[in-house]
């Protein structure tokens, strides 16, 4: 039984049920809810793994029922592109936009690069998210086991807007494609080691670029803001599995509030 | 009269006439197809600038009528996201999902980052794109000056894949929010001086991040591919106004093909 996927699940009328186990404070986190979106476009699409997933979140939602919204927008033969929503009482929460395919497929004689992996503190010397006082609930902890990095756990002690830790799922499961855009919306901001404690950093648009099949155990994550302009900032991540790879790279634009 | 403003033209059935002046190759700039459905979506809607914009590439379109398809998503007291799209016959081209703003709006009271602009030779020691050699025809030219450093207008020369250089319309026309879409997705592919002549690159998706209104004058233009796996590359792009600050972030999924 895997935490993430009985949570995730949407059924035949295009329902997901929304779990209390993934809150920061008193909404889900944004990833969480990009989750049945993507399983639903797994589902009716002739491709498995998300290439790139753009999504608005437009307004914060809690536990309970939500519909699923799918829409094909395109299918050819390597990629197949799709809109989706989760929507509650007719208004929609996030809205998405992606592009699937099969992460395995593609050319073995073009040139490749890849980002390397920081070099990081192992997890077992890493504090959880948990103990870094972001003055927010975290049930969420009881489904993803976030740890960050001594550099980045202390709130204005560093002078740049780092977040650097590991992640993996709490019961066990292994990552998946589709976890990616999840993993990837789940770490304290990358401002909070610049500028303090900054409280809800609200995400207006995220998208992640998933690179390849993560193998299993810990997803090694690096995120950095290096752009705030009035309070709008750009954050760009990427993330490395188990073996070095990188698996994804994400970009959101979020918003400081003021406190 | 801007060639711009004139050849990006929605009129009030909803039908923009795309022109020639922006073929690369067969098919027209994809940047320039987005530019349409951005201004439809700014005339029909209460904020003036792009924050974030996601198109996906769907077919390639060549010159003629087009017509551009714009729905609400969700009007917020500082923000509004839209879904738009450019179709002919039916059939969508490119497929957008944008939140506008007001880039002169935000906070004045919180901390800023801005990404430095990188130290390039001036417009006037940098070849322009025509010349460098990417065997295809660039009607483009005549709308926009695009000039590369010399630097990156070798194809093969360099050890990394970074495109950096110059970009303004042709016709004097001031650069815009809504224009920096475009300027993003005018330059040649940054594989080109690591890898050689790459031949069309299809971009698969393209976010832009505008980021504030750009003085009038030469935007300088830095583009990077850091992540190239099994033919699929990311790209990220930076763009800087005349008075040197960062006016726009881009980021796309490409596909190097065989040839």
Redesign the interface.
């Known amino acids: 039984m895997s935490d993430f996927l009985t949570e995730t699940a949407v059924d035949e009328a295009g329902v997901a049920e929304l779990s209390d186990g993934w809150l920061i404070g008193d909404a889900l986190n944004g990833g969480y809810l990009v989750a049945p979106v993507l399983r639903r476009i797994a589902a009716e699409g002739p491709f498995p793994d998300p290439?790139?997933v753009?999504t608005?979140f437009?307004?914060p939602a809690g536990p309970g029922p939500a519909r699923v919204e799918v829409e094909p927008?395109?299918a050819g033969r390597t990629?197949a592109?799709s809109?989706g929503r989760l929507v509650r009482g007719g208004t929609?929460h996030v809205?998405t936009?992606a592009?699937f395919g099969d992460?395995t497929?593609?050319?073995?004689?073009?040139?490749?690069?890849?980002?390397p992996a920081p070099d990081l503190p192992p997890p077992e010397e890493c504090p959880e998210r948990t103990e870094i006082g972001q003055g927010v609930d975290l049930p969420i902890a009881r489904r993803l086991e976030v740890r960050v990095t001594p550099g980045s756990a202390v709130g204005g002690a560093s002078d740049r807007?780092v977040m650097e830790g590991w992640i993996r799922f709490r019961d066990g499961t292994p990552p998946s494609s589709l976890a990616l855009t999840l993993f990837a919306d789940a770490f304290p901001p990358s401002l909070h080691p610049?500028?303090g404690t900054v409280g809800w950093v609200p995400t207006?648009?995220l998208?992640v670029?998933v690179?390849?099949r993560p193998a299993p155990g810990w997803i090694l994550a690096r995120f950095e803001?290096?752009?705030?302009?009035?309070?709008?900032?750009?954050e760009?991540g990427a993330l490395w599995d188990s073996t070095g790879a990188?698996v994804a790279?994400s970009?959101q634009?979020g918003l400081?509030l003021?406190r």
């Open positions: 290439w790139s753009t608005h437009l307004r927008v395109r990629t592109t809109r929609a809205e936009l592009v992460l497929a593609g050319r073995d004689d073009a040139p490749e690069l890849v980002p807007a610049l500028v207006i648009e998208t670029h690179r390849r803001c290096d752009d705030l302009q009035r309070g709008r900032m750009v760009t990188c790279r970009r634009l400081l003021a």
